[in-house]
């Protein structure tokens, strides 16, 4: 990796430049407070105005049975409960911004193929969980939800993707949003870039106590534990996390001083235990309590 490339240098040259102070400045007069950490759970004073520390996310919209995760009949499903969102976002061959977690379909539609070798025509013809839905375009999901209820975007890791290629098309989709959004990533070289080109969006980092070889790639044992520990928060700086709740208590997570978001929560036991450690839970499979 070039120097220029490197955190340490990145963070230095921009540290003192004028557009990084006065993206700050307009990132805490918006959000108007500062985190602290209080036992378990974060404590906000100030006037902490975000949707994250209250109202509960629909983890790949409201799915069931016959509405597939991240169809928009999920994501009208949640709205219409009044949830916010979680979704995922990653390309297609052709960079196009569509919602799904993997990027292989064979689980949610029986393909061989993936979405990262198919254009955006090709991907429109295969259908979800054997239903009538499509896999939706960012755009289709911001006309469907008209910013009724806020969004959770987690941008997927993916292969020969820059953080500034991924950031400056998701804030290019996003500009004309009125809605409520925060973006996400267990990538934080995407999170500290769109944290540097939108400061005023809530940003944050998703970690997990037991990350495997297969999901991490090279050098998985030091990623893990960097992932595990949340030791590139010192660099990303997040606006909040997002940890698996299997994996709590963590020293980490009970240190952060930022907003604590638990997943995946899937019963209201699950969730009475989340809540001694987090503010707020991403769900699914059942009704969370608003």
Same mark, same amino acid.
């Given at each position: ?5 490197? %955190? ?9 430049? &004028? %557009?990084?102070?006065? +993206? ?36 790949? #919209? ?14 009208? @499903?949640?709205?219409? @409960? ?21 990027? !292989? ?7 061989? =193929?993936?979405?990262? *070798?198919?254009?955006?025509? !090709?991907?429109? !013809? ?12 960012? #755009?289709?999901?911001?006309? #469907?939800? @008209? ?34 959004? *925060? ?15 939108? %400061? ?8 997990? +106590?037991?990350?495997?070889?297969? !999901?991490? #790639? @090279? ?6 534990? &960097? ?10 700086? %997040? ?11 963590? =020293? ?13 929560? =899937?019963?209201?036991?699950?969730? +009475? ?14 009704? *969370?309590?608003?």
């Amino acid at each position: 990796m070039p120097l220029s490339r490197t %955190p340490i240098f990145y963070s230095i040259v921009r540290m003192f430049s &004028l %557009p990084h102070l006065r +993206a700050v400045f307009k990132r805490f007069a918006k959000k108007s407070a500062w985190g602290i950490a209080i036992g378990k759970k974060s404590v906000y004073t100030m006037g902490m105005d975000t949707f994250l520390t209250h109202l509960p996310v629909a983890h790949r #919209g409201l799915h069931d049975e016959t509405r597939p995760e991240n169809s928009m009949a999920a994501f009208l @499903a949640a709205a219409q @409960a009044g949830y916010a969102i979680e979704t995922d976002v990653r390309y297609t061959k052709d960079r196009q911004l569509v919602l799904m977690h993997d990027d !292989e379909l064979e689980r949610m539609c029986g393909d061989g =193929r993936s979405v990262s *070798a198919m254009t955006l025509s !090709e991907l429109s !013809e295969v259908r979800l969980a054997g239903t009538a839905e499509r896999i939706p375009t960012m #755009g289709e999901f911001l006309e #469907g939800v @008209a910013g009724r209820v806020p969004l959770l975007i987690e941008i997927k890791s993916m292969e020969n993707v820059s953080p500034e290629e991924i950031c400056k098309d998701l804030q290019d989709a996003l500009s004309g949003y009125k809605g409520e959004y *925060a973006v996400q990533s267990f990538q934080p070289f995407y999170v500290k870039e769109y944290k540097r080109v939108c %400061p005023e969006i809530m940003c944050g980092v998703l970690s997990s +106590a037991g990350m495997k070889k297969t !999901e991490l #790639g @090279a050098f998985w044992r030091l990623k893990a534990y &960097l992932l595990k520990n949340l030791k590139l928060n010192v660099t990303v700086k %997040p606006d909040f996390i997002s940890y698996n709740v299997e994996d709590l208590p963590q =020293r980490a997570v009970t240190n952060f001083k930022g907003i604590k978001l638990g997943w995946t929560v =899937r019963s209201a036991e699950a969730e +009475a235990r989340a809540r001694q450690y987090v503010d707020n839970i991403i769900f699914e499979h059942y009704l *969370a309590e608003k």
